[in-house]
């Protein structure tokens, strides 16, 4: 299995630190709002890292933090006149019922900031005393030069670096001994949380809170740290930093970074009024479509938000459950039980469609191509399974359906729905119609089941539905 790692800039052949197990840190949102869809590519596209990872026998640890404290979590909570406690716990809920929604497992934990401020104080101390941090005024840094590594992973020479744009910096820049070096810990500022510290009442940096979390749930050494491609500089960089100066050892083996997603050609922005939450596109379509989207392209290659693209996702999910619900259809009217020798015969050709499935997987987590492999899956299902096919060839086809599309967090299998007994009656009348060439009232009846949401499709074995 390959992966692309930022830190070599190359793809390496994946080796755990221990054999059979994956210890997996992947940075989570900032508790402020509604999570947006940039915010749900990495959360769909490590999911899916993570689910191959286990479809392959590996046991994964997967820790995805939430970050409680923040300038951001601040300013919401002053504006509605509520604790920052408040605003972070709400947003948290909103969060985990959009990742439910995309179908995004829960992580093995979800640490939040705010219940792990003393192992972060702990850091930070091991940090003064090892000579990479320093006090001034309350306020703790980080020497940046004082780590000879800074700058491995973003591959930025020191001394052309500028400070990132997401400054955590409180007080002057006369107080730092250097320009680029970076807070741990600053001191609490009017109406702002705060914890004690030896050095003040205050809060964490937001770079420290990571490593703390990440070296407490997974130890000091990790297989694979990600996140968006905006994490590299300054906030991975500076956890580096942190994490092997105190630890004095590598942190992270294999560094994995998803690309940006654009709105229409352009950059999300809330100035430029194309800002999209999760919870809004989830008005518009089901959440499935949009991890089908998001997982239509490389995780690495910049992403293009549409309403057309959106469209082209729903169509192409369509087809797979259709194929789900075809041979669930079949199933239901299969006359016999096992396999023939043609069946098997054709069920040892679908091996292809998974070998497909899984070097698309292990070629750095090509997703474009294994949904491809899927679709030629589809393809073969439609082709080969009818009327005269066993109940357990269709059980092996759907199975297989089932399995590779979980991978992909694609919930294919959909439970059957109970129709009304009026449209239940309906169809029946609908059905009398046709067998009496009363055709005029079959159509007439179609329209109005589709009227009601109910798309109907006659083929050789009979009739299926579904909801428009």
Known sequence: M???????????EFIPLEEGKVRMYVCGPTVYNFIHIGNARPMIVFDTVRRYFEYKGYDVN????FTDVDDKIIKKAIEEGVSSDEISKRYIEECKKDMAGMNVLPATTHPLATEEIGGMIDMIGTLIEKGYAYEKNGTVYFRTRQFKDYGKLSHKNLDDLRSGERSLLVTGEDEKEDALDFVLWKPKKEGEPSWESPWSDGRPGWHIECSEMSKKYLGEQIDIHAGGEDLVFPHHENEIAQSEAAN???FAKYWMHNAFLNIDNRKMSKSLGNFRTVREISKQYDLQ?????????????????????????????????NAADSLKFLLGNAKTEEMTAE???AYEKTHEYVKAFEHAMEDDFNTADAVASVFDLVKYCNTTANADSSKEYLQKLLKLLVSLTDVLGLVVDRKEEMLDADIEKLIEERQAARKAKDFA??????DELLEKGIVLKDTREGVQWKRA
């Open 2 to 12: 390959k992966l692309y790692n930022t830190l070599s800039k190359k793809k390496e």
């Open 62 to 65: 997967y820790v995805s933090n």
């Open 248 to 250: 004095g050892k590598e």
């Open 289 to 321: 479509v949009l991890r089908f989207f998001m997982l239509s392209a490389h995780y690495r290659s910049p992403l293009n938000f549409s309403a057309e693209l959106m469209e082209a996702s729903k169509n192409g999910l369509e087809r797979i459950v």
């Open 343 to 345: 069946e098997k015969e």
């Open 441 to 446: 009232r079959g159509d007439a009846i179609r």
